[in-house]
């Protein structure tokens, strides 16, 4: 099993741009989830998904969309990329609720 | 609001001594607390877990505990070794209609040889 995987692991954005980070996972896990992790802030929830099909947001949905076509796919997009997105984002993954969960190892984002 | 908060943002330990990183969460209903280390361009991984039904829990050289009553629960890293040098992360599980798991800002533990 290749667990989660993020792409891209570094991405460089100008402000106003869109973008998708993508996140997969081969562990058939229906809960899945989106964080920021800032200096000195922690992770941050940004969106999650409980199965294919059902979505909610986070502590910190604003600026980003999500959708669950598949459980094995969870894609985050940016709508309007501002500077205030630069951050390290992962993707985590769970059998259920967010117990054991497993995480990507992460896209580094910059917005310039 | 939904809030963890985590104490200490760093620790320094001789190798060997004793670590203790301590968390307090706000929401009383809370019923899961886990812990996560994340070593340098990596992502969290979890290294253990307790539910509120018990207070204490042991995996070796780490152990939890919970103190329900104060809302808050603590990671104890004992014969602490330089590759435990990493951030740790305390996380609580909200329990209303959502799914949510909320994580402290983290502990760089740093172990000296």
């Known amino acids: 099993n290749a667990g989660v995987t993020q792409t891209p692991k570094f991405q460089v954005l100008k402000t106003g741009q869109s973008m998708t980070l993508q996140c997969a996972q081969d562990?058939?896990?229906?809960?899945m989830s989106w964080y920021r992790q800032d200096p000195g802030m922690g992770l941050r929830l940004i969106h999650y998904s409980v199965g294919a099909g059902i979505t909610d947001q986070g502590e910190v949905p604003n600026g980003y969309n999500v959708s669950r076509s598949t459980t094995e796919d969870f894609p985050l997009r940016l709508l309007s990329a501002a500077p205030s997105q630069t951050s390290v984002y992962f993707c985590?993954?769970?059998?259920?609720?967010?117990?054991?969960?497993?995480f990507g190892p992460g896209t580094r984002l910059l917005v310039l | 609001g939904e809030n963890v908060e985590q104490h200490p943002s760093t620790l320094s330990v001789q190798e060997g001594d004793s670590a203790v990183i301590k968390c307090t969460y706000s929401d009383s209903a809370s019923n899961y607390f886990p812990w996560y280390k994340q070593e340098l361009g990596k992502g969290p991984q979890l290294i253990i877990d307790?539910?509120?039904?018990?207070g204490e829990k042991k995996d070796q050289r780490i152990a939890v505990t919970l103190n329900k009553t104060a809302k808050h629960f603590s990671l104890h890293i004992t014969e602490t070794q330089p590759e435990d040098s990493a951030v740790y992360f305390c996380a609580a599980r909200w329990m209303d209609s959502s799914y949510k798991l909320i994580f402290g800002s983290g502990t760089r533990l740093l172990v000296r040889p």
């Open positions: 562990m058939n896990h229906e809960y």
């Open positions: 985590a993954s769970s059998e259920t609720a967010p117990r054991t969960q497993y």
């Open positions: 307790i539910r509120s039904n018990v």
